[in-house]
């Protein structure tokens, strides 16, 4: 299984970008897929979470502002991000949670810079 994303670039603050997170192969005992997001010397943190029943969690400091859904053939997961900030600027990570355990199966980042 692979996950690659894209759609990161630059933008100015209040835009708009929609990063894709496409799956190669098929994932047994899905859990959820998610986005994670690191700032320039910062941890990595979880901006978004999609359960495979379809229920969503997001970061305090992007709720109302992104979205996170998944294509109905379930092989592109995307994150809708609006009215952008300076701050949301960091490399953005696909990630899906397997198994019993919750494991990660992680996809190379995509670089999201929000400036004017």
Known sequence: VQLQASGGGLVQPGGSLRLSCTISGRIFSLNAMTWYRQAPGKQR???????????????DSVKGRFTIARDNAGNTVYLQM???????????????????????????????????
């Open 45 to 59: 943190e979880l901006v978004a979470l999609l359960r495979d029943s379809g229920s969503t969690n997001y970061a």
């Open 82 to 116: 609006n009215s952008l900030k300076p701050e949301d600027t960091a490399v953005y990570y696909c990630n899906a949670k397997v198994g019993s355990t919750w494991s990660d199966i992680w996809g190379q980042g995509t670089l999201v810079t929000v400036s004017s």
